[in-house]
């Protein structure tokens, strides 16, 4: 995978929500992602799950909060 910053949304925090799904330790699920050049296809496929349902709230969220502050206008 190319180089994430994990520290900025949305990427923060997912590793740490995969660790207690999985029962493994966080820097496992990190090597599992980052540290081989193949990831793992479980962790990658949880890994784009969460992801994707982070950009969809996100968007969903602000699709709702500019329909409430157009009403307001």
Known sequence: MKR???RRYPYR???K?????FGKA???I???L???DVPSPKYL???QMKLEARIAGQKEAMRKLNSTLKKGV
Not at 17 to 21: K, T, V
């Open 4 to 6: 994430l910053d994990l």
């Open 13 to 15: 925090g997912i590793i």
């Open 17 to 21: 929500e995969l660790a207690a799904e």
């Open 26 to 28: 966080p820097c496992t």
């Open 30 to 32: 990190h090597l599992g």
């Open 34 to 36: 980052f540290g081989r």
């Open 45 to 47: 496929e949880a890994f």
